[in-house]
Structure formats: structure tokens, C-alpha cells
């Protein structure tokens, strides 16, 4: 049996950030309509590695397919595989950290797209790292942004943050030296971070803000606080199961009596017109995203279709 193997660097050449838009768009639509399903992240931790693993079934694709990656002090390694679902045989298996990559900063354009105002031509991002990267080239895709501003505990980081991707986007990316100048203003804000405690808070926000935050996918880590969940007069979720099993960020909420998960609302029936969204342009809305299979295996697709059509990746003989 033929595999089709596609490594990082040929997922860097056949991905491109509209195309994963896109993707995760339609997987979130076909969600809705029942055409898909998504199986939550299961972890098995061991002394000095976790093994991270998740499933999605795409029957509008023809597709299954899981992501599974381990995460040690070394880093963390990648790989999904897609199987064709009417005779089960393994179709491709792709390296997948720049894949993921894109997909989360999907996930986030999806949001932005249905869940922000319509005028939002400003970011506020809270992160400069390799995730904060596709969160801004995403929203990029969605909206026409006229600047964007970043914040890291790093002066260095952040600099070389908004040099790279001002030049990248052809945006106005600027350095701000707090947390605060990032989410006090801008009328989309982004957490991207590893922190275990809030880098955000509530009270920084201006009426019609959207808040995304999907730096934490752990119960034990968060990066808004009690207020920021408070404030928000909509909560949507990638997932509402996944978020309930990972997203710290509602932890302190939940504790304080502001929060409860019948608030909550899946991205999936926002994008299909189950629920309304917004309903007014001063609420403050939060969107948050700890990560989903289904995503994975729709860009998949996309890249494996590239692959096909330009001859791309190698074949193993399993």
C-alpha cells in the first residue's frame, strides 16, 4: 500500500493562509449539519513525555483522520494522518506543526470573521511567537487591517515581531511596551501566549471588543481573567465539550459564580446561522479556542489536494 508522506517544507509550500480560512470555515458549517464530527484531545502522560492525541471524521470530505504529537523538553513533534472512508486505507501522512500552525490562526479568521464588527481594521495582540504569527495573518485574511499592535515580555521580541510581520502582511505593526496599550483599544485582541496565569484583563477592554484567546488548552493555565469572561456579553467556543475538558480560562469564572457553561456557544452554529452572533456592536464578545481534530484533517484535505495536483510529497510502500 502506496502512503503519500508530505513533510513540513511541503506543507510551507502548498498552505497558504486563505486556504485554510477557508477550510476550517466549511469543517465548522458541516459540523453544524451534522456532515462531521469531532473527537476531543486525549493525553497520555508519561515521566518525561506527553502524548497528545484527537480524531475527526469528515464524511463531506470522504475522510477520517487524527492528529497525534509529543511534547517533551526537546520540543514538540507533529504528524497527521488521513484515511479515505469508504475502504479505510491510509491516504497521507503529514508532518503537521506547520499545518497546525495555520489552523489554529485559522480558527481564529473564522471568529474574527463572524464575531467582530464589521469596520474592525485593528489588532491588539498579546504574544509574539509562532502562534501569535498565523493569528495576525489570519485575521489579515478576513479583514482589512490597517494596524496592528503587539505586546511581549521581550522588547526584542515584540520589535522583531512587528518588523517581520509589518513587512509579511503590508500592515502597520507596532510594539507597545504593556499588556494594557495591546487590549486597551483595539476592537479585536488576541492572547497568544504560554503564561499559566492571566496576561489580560477584563477591565482593559472597550465596549464591541473581540476578545480571542487561544494560548491555554490546560484546566491549570489561563490568560484572561474572571472579568474578561464576566464582561463578555457572548462566549463562543471552538468546542464547547473541548473547552469544558481543556480551557482554564473559564476556571476562575466558574469559581466566582459569574460564568456557567449554559452561556457557551459552539463556533460551528455560529457559522452555519444557528445562532446569531453578535446582536449588538458595543458587547464585548469572547471567542475562545483550545483546538479541534476536524480542523486538522479539513486543511489536511487541502494540502493533500495540493499535493496530488502538483506531484508533490513521496510515496512509502507500507
Not at 462531521?36 to 484531545?41: D, G, K, L, S
Not at 488521513?82 to 489552523?103: F, H, K, N, P
Not at 463578555?232 to 473559564?250: H, K, M, P, S
Request: glycine content about 8%.
Amino acid at each position: 500500500m502506496a502512503v503519500l508522506y508530505l513533510t513540513e517544507e511541503d506543507v510551507e509550500r502548498l498552505l497558504g493562509m486563505p486556504t485554510a480560512v477557508a477550510a476550517v470555515e466549511e469543517a465548522f458549517a458541516r459540523l453544524a449539519e451534522k456532515q462531521a464530527a469531532n473527537v476531543p484531545r486525549q493525553r497520555a502522560i508519561g515521566r518525561s513525555v506527553v502524548l497528545h492525541s484527537m480524531s475527526a471524521a469528515a464524511d463531506y470530505l470522504g475522510l477520517v483522520g487524527w492528529k497525534c504529537y509529543t511534547t517533551t523538553k526537546a520540543g514538540a513533534k507533529f504528524l497527521v494522518g488521513l484515511y479515505a472512508s469508504d475502504t479505510g486505507e491510509l491516504m497521507a501522512l503529514i508532518e503537521a506543526d506547520r499545518l497546525g500552525q495555520m489552523r489554529t490562526g485559522a480558527t481564529t479568521g473564522v471568529a474574527v470573521k463572524h464575531l467582530s464588527t464589521p469596520e474592525a481594521d485593528e489588532v491588539g495582540l498579546i504574544g509574539a511567537g509562532w502562534q501569535a504569527e498565523s493569528q495576525l495573518a489570519a485575521i489579515a485574511a478576513v479583514r482589512p487591517l490597517r494596524r496592528a499592535v503587539v505586546y511581549s515580555r521581550s522588547a526584542d521580541r515584540r520589535a522583531d515581531f512587528a518588523r517581520r510581520m509589518s513587512q509579511q502582511l503590508q500592515v502597520e505593526v507596532s510594539p507597545v511596551d504593556s499588556a494594557r496599550a495591546a487590549a486597551q483599544g483595539p476592537p479585536i485582541v488576541v492572547t497568544a501566549t504560554n503564561s499559566r496565569s492571566p496576561v489580560l484583563e477584563g477591565a482593559w477592554l472597550a465596549p464591541g471588543t473581540l476578545l480571542a484567546a487561544m494560548g491555554s488548552n490546560w484546566l491549570n493555565k489561563a490568560e484572561i481573567d474572571a472579568a474578561a469572561v464576566a464582561r463578555a456579553r457572548l462566549v463562543v467556543c471552538d468546542d464547547v465539550t473541548c473547552c469544558q475538558n481543556e480551557a482554564g480560562d473559564f476556571r476562575e469564572a466558574i469559581e466566582q459564580g459569574v460564568f456557567d457553561w449554559s452561556r457557551a456557544v459552539n463556533l460551528a452554529d455560529v457559522v452555519s446561522g444557528r445562532h446569531p452572533g453578535r446582536s449588538d456592536a458595543k458587547d464585548i464578545v469572547l471567542f475562545k479556542s483550545v483546538g479541534m481534530a476536524l480542523e486538522d484533517v479539513a486543511v489536511g484535505h487541502r494540502v493533500l489536494m495540493a499535493a496530488k495536483a502538483q506531484g508533490a510529497g513521496r510515496d512509502l510502500d507500507l
